[in-house]
T-cell receptor, first 116, second 118 residues
Framework: AQKVTQAQTEISVVEKEDVTLDCVYE???????LFWYKQPPSGELVFLIR??????QNEISGRYSWNFQKSTSSFNFTITASQVVDSAVYFCALSLYGGATNKLIFGTGTLLAVQP | GAVVSQHPSWVICKSGTSVKIECRSL??????MFWYRQFPKQSLMLMATSNEGSKATYEQGVEKDKFLINHASLTLSTLTVTSAHPEDSSFYIC??????????????FGPGTRLTVL
Protein backbone atom coordinates (compact mmCIF):
# COMPACT_ATOMS: atom_id res chain seq x y z
CA ALA A 1 0.00 0.00 0.00
CA GLN A 2 1.09 3.54 -0.65
CA LYS A 3 1.15 6.29 1.90
CA VAL A 4 2.34 9.87 2.26
CA THR A 5 3.11 11.35 5.65
CA GLN A 6 3.46 15.03 6.40
CA ALA A 7 4.18 15.03 10.10
CA GLN A 8 4.14 18.81 10.47
CA THR A 9 0.55 19.93 10.81
CA GLU A 10 1.28 23.63 11.20
CA ILE A 11 4.41 25.72 10.97
CA SER A 12 4.70 29.37 11.82
CA VAL A 13 7.71 31.44 10.80
CA VAL A 14 8.59 35.08 10.57
CA GLU A 15 9.15 36.61 7.19
CA LYS A 16 12.62 36.03 5.71
CA GLU A 17 13.16 32.86 7.68
CA ASP A 18 13.91 29.64 5.83
CA VAL A 19 11.46 26.81 6.35
CA THR A 20 11.48 23.14 5.41
CA LEU A 21 8.34 21.09 4.95
CA ASP A 22 8.83 17.38 5.41
CA CYS A 23 7.33 14.61 3.30
CA VAL A 24 7.88 10.90 3.79
CA TYR A 25 6.34 8.37 1.44
CA GLU A 26 5.83 4.63 1.35
CA UNK A 27 5.62 2.43 -1.71
CA UNK A 28 7.02 -0.88 -2.85
CA UNK A 29 6.99 0.14 -6.48
CA UNK A 30 10.23 1.18 -8.09
CA UNK A 31 8.67 3.63 -10.52
CA UNK A 32 6.62 6.42 -9.04
CA UNK A 33 6.14 10.16 -9.09
CA LEU A 34 6.16 12.67 -6.29
CA PHE A 35 4.44 16.02 -6.31
CA TRP A 36 4.12 19.14 -4.21
CA TYR A 37 1.07 21.37 -4.39
CA LYS A 38 0.31 24.68 -2.74
CA GLN A 39 -3.23 25.53 -1.65
CA PRO A 40 -3.61 29.22 -0.76
CA PRO A 41 -6.68 30.48 1.13
CA SER A 42 -8.56 30.79 -2.18
CA GLY A 43 -8.59 27.00 -2.33
CA GLU A 44 -7.17 26.39 -5.77
CA LEU A 45 -4.38 23.85 -5.87
CA VAL A 46 -1.20 25.19 -7.42
CA PHE A 47 1.21 22.68 -8.90
CA LEU A 48 4.80 23.21 -7.72
CA ILE A 49 6.85 20.25 -8.84
CA ARG A 50 6.79 16.69 -10.16
CA UNK A 51 9.72 14.36 -9.65
CA UNK A 52 10.11 10.79 -10.87
CA UNK A 53 11.70 8.07 -8.81
CA UNK A 54 14.74 7.79 -11.05
CA UNK A 55 15.77 11.37 -10.72
CA UNK A 56 17.30 12.10 -7.34
CA GLN A 57 18.83 15.39 -8.28
CA ASN A 58 17.81 18.20 -6.05
CA GLU A 59 15.91 20.98 -7.74
CA ILE A 60 15.88 24.69 -7.16
CA SER A 61 13.35 27.14 -8.52
CA GLY A 62 13.83 30.64 -7.21
CA ARG A 63 13.27 30.56 -3.47
CA TYR A 64 11.98 27.00 -3.62
CA SER A 65 14.12 23.89 -3.44
CA TRP A 66 13.39 20.21 -3.14
CA ASN A 67 15.49 17.45 -1.63
CA PHE A 68 14.61 13.96 -2.84
CA GLN A 69 16.28 11.09 -0.99
CA LYS A 70 15.22 7.58 -1.88
CA SER A 71 17.31 6.12 0.94
CA THR A 72 15.02 7.75 3.48
CA SER A 73 11.90 7.88 1.26
CA SER A 74 11.70 11.60 1.71
CA PHE A 75 10.91 14.48 -0.58
CA ASN A 76 11.34 17.63 1.48
CA PHE A 77 10.53 21.14 0.36
CA THR A 78 12.43 24.23 1.48
CA ILE A 79 11.37 27.82 1.09
CA THR A 80 14.22 30.26 1.46
CA ALA A 81 13.60 33.76 2.77
CA SER A 82 9.91 33.13 3.27
CA GLN A 83 7.34 35.77 2.42
CA VAL A 84 3.81 36.40 3.63
CA VAL A 85 2.52 35.28 0.22
CA ASP A 86 3.94 31.84 0.94
CA SER A 87 1.28 31.35 3.62
CA ALA A 88 -0.78 28.38 2.46
CA VAL A 89 -1.35 24.70 2.97
CA TYR A 90 1.22 22.56 1.19
CA PHE A 91 0.48 19.02 0.09
CA CYS A 92 2.90 16.32 -0.89
CA ALA A 93 1.51 13.56 -3.11
CA LEU A 94 2.55 10.25 -4.63
CA SER A 95 1.46 8.51 -7.82
CA LEU A 96 2.52 5.17 -9.20
CA TYR A 97 3.62 4.84 -12.80
CA GLY A 98 1.27 3.92 -15.57
CA GLY A 99 -2.45 3.78 -16.13
CA ALA A 100 -4.75 6.67 -16.73
CA THR A 101 -6.70 5.93 -13.58
CA ASN A 102 -3.70 5.99 -11.28
CA LYS A 103 -4.62 7.88 -8.16
CA LEU A 104 -2.75 10.65 -6.47
CA ILE A 105 -2.19 9.82 -2.83
CA PHE A 106 -2.07 12.98 -0.79
CA GLY A 107 -0.47 13.65 2.54
CA THR A 108 -2.46 15.45 5.20
CA GLY A 109 -0.88 18.77 4.36
CA THR A 110 1.18 21.32 6.27
CA LEU A 111 -0.25 24.72 7.04
CA LEU A 112 2.49 27.31 6.73
CA ALA A 113 1.89 30.71 8.29
CA VAL A 114 4.43 33.38 7.49
CA GLN A 115 4.16 36.32 9.85
CA PRO A 116 5.26 39.79 8.75
CA GLY B 1 -2.00 24.95 -21.20
CA ALA B 2 -3.76 22.26 -19.11
CA VAL B 3 -6.48 24.46 -17.68
CA VAL B 4 -9.43 23.00 -15.81
CA SER B 5 -12.46 25.06 -14.94
CA GLN B 6 -15.27 24.41 -12.50
CA HIS B 7 -18.69 25.92 -12.35
CA PRO B 8 -20.09 27.26 -10.14
CA SER B 9 -17.29 28.43 -7.87
CA TRP B 10 -19.67 28.54 -4.96
CA VAL B 11 -23.29 27.58 -4.38
CA ILE B 12 -25.72 27.83 -1.51
CA CYS B 13 -28.79 25.63 -1.59
CA LYS B 14 -31.60 24.46 0.63
CA SER B 15 -31.61 21.06 2.22
CA GLY B 16 -33.22 18.47 -0.02
CA THR B 17 -32.34 20.08 -3.32
CA SER B 18 -29.87 18.77 -5.88
CA VAL B 19 -26.81 20.61 -7.03
CA LYS B 20 -24.81 20.04 -10.20
CA ILE B 21 -21.13 20.96 -10.47
CA GLU B 22 -19.40 21.06 -13.84
CA CYS B 23 -15.75 20.35 -14.51
CA ARG B 24 -14.26 21.19 -17.89
CA SER B 25 -10.85 20.71 -19.41
CA LEU B 26 -10.39 23.79 -21.55
CA UNK B 27 -7.38 23.04 -23.71
CA UNK B 28 -6.94 19.29 -23.64
CA UNK B 29 -8.93 16.11 -23.78
CA UNK B 30 -9.36 14.52 -20.40
CA UNK B 31 -9.55 10.77 -20.62
CA UNK B 32 -9.89 10.56 -16.87
CA MET B 33 -11.38 12.96 -14.37
CA PHE B 34 -11.34 12.79 -10.62
CA TRP B 35 -13.63 14.26 -7.98
CA TYR B 36 -12.37 15.16 -4.54
CA ARG B 37 -13.98 16.47 -1.42
CA GLN B 38 -12.17 18.57 1.14
CA PHE B 39 -13.44 19.46 4.58
CA PRO B 40 -11.94 22.43 6.44
CA LYS B 41 -8.37 21.86 7.54
CA GLN B 42 -8.27 18.43 6.01
CA SER B 43 -6.65 16.85 3.01
CA LEU B 44 -8.31 16.05 -0.27
CA MET B 45 -10.39 12.91 -0.20
CA LEU B 46 -10.89 11.15 -3.52
CA MET B 47 -14.54 10.44 -4.11
CA ALA B 48 -14.52 8.88 -7.55
CA THR B 49 -12.66 8.38 -10.79
CA SER B 50 -14.48 8.72 -14.07
CA ASN B 51 -13.51 7.78 -17.59
CA GLU B 52 -15.23 9.22 -20.59
CA GLY B 53 -18.17 7.13 -21.68
CA SER B 54 -18.10 4.70 -18.80
CA LYS B 55 -19.42 4.50 -15.27
CA ALA B 56 -17.47 6.17 -12.52
CA THR B 57 -15.52 4.16 -9.98
CA TYR B 58 -16.37 5.27 -6.48
CA GLU B 59 -14.12 5.06 -3.46
CA GLN B 60 -15.18 3.00 -0.53
CA GLY B 61 -17.73 4.77 1.61
CA VAL B 62 -18.90 7.19 -1.08
CA GLU B 63 -22.58 6.80 -1.91
CA LYS B 64 -22.91 6.48 -5.67
CA ASP B 65 -26.63 7.24 -5.59
CA LYS B 66 -26.01 10.45 -3.74
CA PHE B 67 -23.05 11.68 -5.76
CA LEU B 68 -23.91 11.12 -9.40
CA ILE B 69 -21.02 11.49 -11.81
CA ASN B 70 -21.34 11.79 -15.54
CA HIS B 71 -18.37 12.00 -17.90
CA ALA B 72 -20.18 12.39 -21.19
CA SER B 73 -17.39 13.90 -23.22
CA LEU B 74 -13.62 14.21 -23.20
CA THR B 75 -13.86 17.73 -21.85
CA LEU B 76 -16.75 17.63 -19.40
CA SER B 77 -17.59 15.79 -16.23
CA THR B 78 -20.40 16.63 -13.86
CA LEU B 79 -21.00 15.84 -10.22
CA THR B 80 -24.57 16.04 -8.96
CA VAL B 81 -25.14 16.05 -5.24
CA THR B 82 -28.66 14.71 -4.90
CA SER B 83 -30.94 15.62 -2.01
CA ALA B 84 -28.20 17.65 -0.41
CA HIS B 85 -28.04 17.96 3.37
CA PRO B 86 -25.95 20.23 5.61
CA GLU B 87 -23.37 17.48 6.10
CA ASP B 88 -22.68 17.59 2.35
CA SER B 89 -21.38 21.13 2.73
CA SER B 90 -17.79 20.99 1.62
CA PHE B 91 -15.24 22.11 -0.94
CA TYR B 92 -15.47 19.95 -4.07
CA ILE B 93 -12.48 19.83 -6.40
CA CYS B 94 -12.21 18.14 -9.75
CA UNK B 95 -9.07 17.24 -11.63
CA UNK B 96 -8.34 15.93 -15.06
CA UNK B 97 -5.67 13.87 -16.65
CA UNK B 98 -4.89 13.81 -20.33
CA UNK B 99 -3.49 10.95 -22.30
CA UNK B 100 -0.03 12.48 -22.52
CA UNK B 101 0.40 12.64 -18.75
CA UNK B 102 -1.33 9.40 -17.87
CA UNK B 103 1.97 7.64 -17.22
CA UNK B 104 3.19 10.21 -14.73
CA UNK B 105 0.00 10.36 -12.74
CA UNK B 106 -0.12 14.12 -13.03
CA UNK B 107 -3.54 15.69 -12.60
CA UNK B 108 -4.62 19.21 -13.45
CA PHE B 109 -6.89 20.68 -10.84
CA GLY B 110 -9.92 22.91 -11.11
CA PRO B 111 -10.37 25.88 -8.78
CA GLY B 112 -12.95 24.10 -6.65
CA THR B 113 -16.62 24.62 -5.78
CA ARG B 114 -17.69 25.58 -2.30
CA LEU B 115 -21.07 24.04 -1.49
CA THR B 116 -23.11 25.25 1.47
CA VAL B 117 -26.33 23.46 2.26
CA LEU B 118 -28.69 25.32 4.58
Amino acid sequence: AQKVTQAQTEISVVEKEDVTLDCVYETRDTTYYLFWYKQPPSGELVFLIRRNSFDEQNEISGRYSWNFQKSTSSFNFTITASQVVDSAVYFCALSLYGGATNKLIFGTGTLLAVQP
Amino acid sequence: GAVVSQHPSWVICKSGTSVKIECRSLDFQATTMFWYRQFPKQSLMLMATSNEGSKATYEQGVEKDKFLINHASLTLSTLTVTSAHPEDSSFYICSARDLRSSGTGEQFFGPGTRLTVL
